[in-house]
Nanobody, 115 residues
Framework: QVELVESGGGLAQAGGSLRLSCAAS????????MGWYRQAPGKERDFVAT???????YYTDSVKGRFTASRDNVKNTMYLQMNSLRPEDTAVYYC?????????WGKGTLVSVSS
């Protein structure tokens, strides 16, 4: 079992920055992927970024060049540095942990970007 706790959401102005964190605890397999998804009001949950345990990062096109995903494998924590925020980035951001046998989700943290 893996538990995820997100932090760092809040209110930002357009063009501003926020940094999200996701701490994983429990039975952590050495091979895994951590990532972020987001769900805007009235929309489906969409992929934002993932980082493998080997450090390879993947991003959805709309955040490339603005968001940076990273992780600290010693702390089992993943980060999402979000720069040049836009109102359309407003959503609940969910951390996900993908183990060989199953996927886990955090409870989410709200990011609101005002114009």
């Amino acid at each position: 079992q893996v538990e995820l706790v997100e932090s760092g959401g809040g209110l930002a102005q357009a063009g501003g920055s926020l940094r999200l964190s996701c701490a994983a605890s429990g039975s952590i397999p050495s091979v895994n992927t951590m990532g972020w998804y987001r769900q805007a009001p009235g929309k489906e949950r969409d992929f934002v970024a993932t980082v493998t345990s080997g450090g390879t990062a993947y991003y959805t096109d709309s955040v490339k060049g603005r968001f940076t995903a990273s992780r600290d494998n010693v702390k089992n924590t993943m980060y999402l540095q979000m720069n040049s925020l836009r109102p359309e980035d407003t959503a609940v951001y969910y951390c996900t942990f993908i183990a060989p046998s199953r996927r886990y989700w955090g409870k989410g943290t709200l990011v609101s970007v005002s114009s």
